[in-house]
């Protein structure tokens, strides 16, 4: 099967590098703590969302909240020990937006990319070797989406936002988890080497 995963590549860099600057435009003040992908890409689309500061802290405290409720209700059984390694991994406990759909902007535009769709649709699609292989359209697109990102990370195409301090990148794949692929604008003097 041969797709241009480069095609992709390139024409997800130029739209999310014109995305960028005009939500920066639109929304000068607001304090970005975080840019994701949100897709399924064999669907053919991928949503643009950007989190503010405060939001990523509200909702984090939140989830912590939901996740001490439930420890506290699953954990102080006779039979918790059972599970009390999934109890106590998940939710898992972070201090931004544990999931795209909470961002503040979390659609802030869909790109679509109808040839995904044809190719998930092909008769010669690639199926997995086994159960732990990634699927064919997915593992592609998540190297294209770290592909993308340190592009967008090389060409500076955050600088008109204002960051907070971290910024944080990533993505979240249809029905898995958000994935931070890197950390910016850290604060000073946190980390030498």
């Not at 970005?32 to 405060?54: H, N, V």
């Not at 999934?86 to 990319?113: A, C, H, I, K």
């Amino acid at each position: 099967m041969t797709f241009d995963w480069q095609s992709l590549e390139d024409r997800l860099y130029e739209q999310s590098r014109a995305v960028i600057q005009q939500f920066a435009a639109e929304h000068p003040d607001v304090t970005c703590s975080f840019f994701a992908y949100e897709t399924d890409p064999i669907e053919g689309y991928f949503m643009l969302g950007f989190d503010t500061y405060e939001n990523a802290l509200r909702m984090a405290q939140e989830n912590e909240q939901r996740a001490i409720k439930q420890r506290n209700q699953m954990l102080t059984q006779e039979w918790s020990w059972r599970h009390a390694r999934s109890m106590l991994q998940s939710p898992r406990l972070t201090d931004y937006s544990p999931d795209v759909s909470y961002f503040t902007y979390p659609t802030y535009v869909q790109l679509d990319f109808q040839e995904l769709c044809d190719l998930f649709e092909s008769e010669n699609y690639p199926q997995p070797a086994n159960s732990v292989e990634d699927d064919y359209i997915d593992g592609n697109v998540q190297i294209v989406l770290w592909k993308v990102m340190e592009r967008l990370i090389a060409s500076e195409a955050f600088a008109p936002l204002h960051l907070s301090a971290p910024f944080h990148v990533g993505y979240q794949l249809h029905t898995d988890g958000l994935v931070v692929l890197r950390i910016l604008n850290w604060p000073h003097n946190t980390w030498t080497r």
